[in-house]
Nanobody, 116 residues
Framework: QVQLVESGGGLVQPGGSLTLSCAAS????????MGWYRQAPGKERELVAV????????NYGDSVKGRFTISRDIAKNAVYLQMNSLKPEDTAVYYC?????????WGQGTQVTVSS
């Protein structure tokens, strides 16, 4: 059974930084891609960033380009999301996602709140 465990969320002031971590229960090479999505209250879940587990190629949502960076650690079976220059509109529950064939797996989510 696939397990994705997120950590690193919390409260941060505008302009601050946070790093989210997602640990997978097995090798990340068993997935085609891994990424981060977020959902704010009253809004739909949206793509934040995705990374190919094999090539390392990355894609980002328009609202986070230039501020967020996704990375992977093959040895630790983990992916990370480095978030810089955080804005109040980045406040949301962030979910780790892993894709295998046409199946999506999700973590339990971690809250990120950007507020002064």
């Amino acid at each position: 059974q696939v397990q994705l465990v997120e950590s690193g969320g919390g409260l941060v002031q505008p302009g601050g930084s946070l790093t989210l971590s997602c640990a997978a229960s097995g090798s990340i090479f068993s997935f085609n891609a891994m990424g981060w999505y977020r959902q704010a209250p009253g809004k739909e879940r949206e793509l934040v960033a995705v990374i190919s587990t094999s090539t390392g190629s990355r894609n980002y949502g328009d609202s986070v380009k230039g501020r967020f960076t996704i990375s992977r650690d093959i040895a630790k079976n983990a992916v990370y999301l480095q978030m810089n220059s955080l804005k109040p509109e980045d406040t949301a529950v962030y979910y780790c996602n892993a894709q295998r064939q046409y199946i999506n797996y999700w973590g339990q989510g971690t809250q990120v709140t950007v507020s002064s």
